[in-house]
């Protein structure tokens, strides 16, 4: 297990720290230690994100916080090249150095991951694209130089569904398919570019997430999310919180051997088991293994052995 504040002094941008997976990372790093540049576009100023939901920047900055780290709030839309670079601008002048990067920008509130690429919303589709891909070939353009201008920048694409999952299994729609499987391969195209630097790229996926959108979608609440019925009761044994792949950024981050990681496909249940870390409640969810071995075959919901 990682030292509880092993990331004091260390600089993160989490792009797309709003909600979900993005907020729980941010969290973490804050617990951690670190000062955390949290962006997106829904704030309390105005302005919201395709989500078109009430959770805030500002939220997560305060969760930063209250965690114990430094969180900063910054309003930013990652297709924007010149937002972009203004972020980068100011963590340099502020700190002069950034060392871990999360791309937690997703766009799934225009995935339409039923539909057939024939009978698509094309213009939706391309939205959804861009946001889920070239916000992060944005960000990470104008990021690399700060992160590479000290040894040890971390780089990590949260996606969904781990490499050797994925190459065997359609996810969703064509282009939620193309979206997930493309972050995986971006992760360990740049892993080439940053290894010269000292620098490292992952690509990291949480397992069945609590976000608070999957809570709601569910009807129940982290309180309650024992008590769903849905998903033939998979969701209801293996689900984890967002909180889970955070302490796994954290647990990367902290490595000073982080290098040997460089290009590779991770998820947190796996990487739980090689630093120690767990879930909130003391546990540690290995969804992935899970959906291979319960959830695919079509056993009953059963977790033991799993978490």
Not at 173 to 194: G, H
Not at 200 to 223: N, Q
């Given at each position: 297990?990682?030292?509880?504040?092993?990331?004091?002094?260390?600089?993160?941008?989490?792009?797309?720290?709003?909600?979900?997976?993005?907020?729980?990372?941010?969290?973490?790093?804050?617990?951690?230690?670190?000062?955390?540049?949290?962006?997106?576009?829904?704030?309390?100023?105005?302005?919201?994100?395709?989500?078109?939901?009430?959770?805030?920047?500002?939220?997560?900055?305060?969760?930063?916080?209250?965690?114990?780290?430094?969180?900063?709030?910054?309003?930013?839309?990652?297709?924007?090249?010149?937002?972009?670079?203004?972020?980068?601008?100011?963590i340099d002048a502020e700190h002069g150095r950034l060392d871990v990067l999360v791309h937690a920008l997703g766009g799934e509130a225009l995935a339409?991951?039923?539909?057939?690429?024939?009978?698509?919303?094309?213009?939706?589709?391309?939205?959804?694209?861009?946001?889920?891909?070239?916000?992060?070939?944005?960000?990470?353009?104008?990021?690399?130089?700060?992160?590479?201008?000290?040894?040890?920048?971390?780089?990590?694409?949260?996606?969904?569904?781990?490499?050797?999952?994925?190459?065997?299994?359609?996810?969703?729609?064509?282009?939620?398919?193309?979206?997930?499987?493309?972050?995986?391969?971006?992760?360990?195209?740049?892993?080439?570019?940053?290894?010269?630097?000292?620098?490292?790229?992952?690509?990291?996926?949480?397992?069945?997430?609590?976000?608070?959108?999957m809570l709601e979608h569910f009807g129940v609440t982290e309180e309650t999310w024992r008590e769903a019925t849905v998903a033939d009761g998979h969701?209801?044994?293996?689900?984890?919180?967002?909180?889970?792949?955070?302490?796994?950024?954290?647990?990367?981050?902290?490595?000073?051997?982080?290098a040997r990681h460089n290009g590779a496909s991770l998820s947190a249940g796996a990487l739980a088991r090689t630093y120690g870390f767990t879930d909130?409640?003391?546990?540690?969810?290995?969804?992935?293994?899970?959906?291979?071995?319960?959830?695919?075959?079509?056993?009953?919901?059963?977790?033991?052995?799993?978490?």
């Amino acid at each position: 297990m990682t030292d509880t504040r092993a990331l004091e002094g260390r600089v993160a941008l989490v792009a797309g720290a709003t909600r979900g997976a993005g907020r729980g990372v941010a969290v973490e790093l804050g617990a951690a230690g670190a000062t955390v540049f949290c962006t997106g576009r829904s704030t309390r100023a105005g302005g919201r994100s395709e989500y078109d939901r009430p959770e805030t920047l500002e939220e997560t900055v305060e969760l930063v916080n209250r965690a114990g780290g430094t969180g900063v709030c910054v309003r930013a839309d990652h297709l924007e090249s010149a937002q972009v670079a203004e972020v980068i601008r100011r963590i340099d002048a502020e700190h002069g150095r950034l060392d871990v990067l999360v791309h937690a920008l997703g766009g799934e509130a225009l995935a339409d991951i039923e539909t057939p690429l024939h009978e698509l919303d094309l213009e939706q589709a391309r939205r959804f694209l861009r946001i889920a891909l070239e916000a992060h070939l944005v960000t990470a353009h104008h990021a690399i130089p700060l992160l590479i201008k000290n040894r040890g920048g971390l780089l990590v694409e949260l996606t969904d569904g781990t490499a050797e999952y994925n190459a065997t299994k359609k996810r969703g729609s064509v282009p939620f398919d193309l979206a997930k499987t493309a972050l995986t391969r971006a992760a360990w195209a740049v892993a080439q570019e940053l290894a010269p630097h000292g620098a490292t790229a992952v690509a990291l996926t949480p397992g069945w997430l609590r976000s608070e959108m999957m809570l709601e979608h569910f009807g129940v609440t982290e309180e309650t999310w024992r008590e769903a019925t849905v998903a033939d009761g998979h969701f209801a044994a293996i689900a984890e919180t967002p909180h889970f792949v955070g302490r796994a950024v954290v647990a990367l981050a902290a490595d000073p051997g982080v290098a040997r990681h460089n290009g590779a496909s991770l998820s947190a249940g796996a990487l739980a088991r090689t630093y120690g870390f767990t879930d909130v409640d003391g546990s540690r969810p290995d969804a992935w293994r899970y959906l291979v071995e319960v959830q695919d075959p079509g056993k009953p919901a059963d977790a033991t052995n799993f978490r």
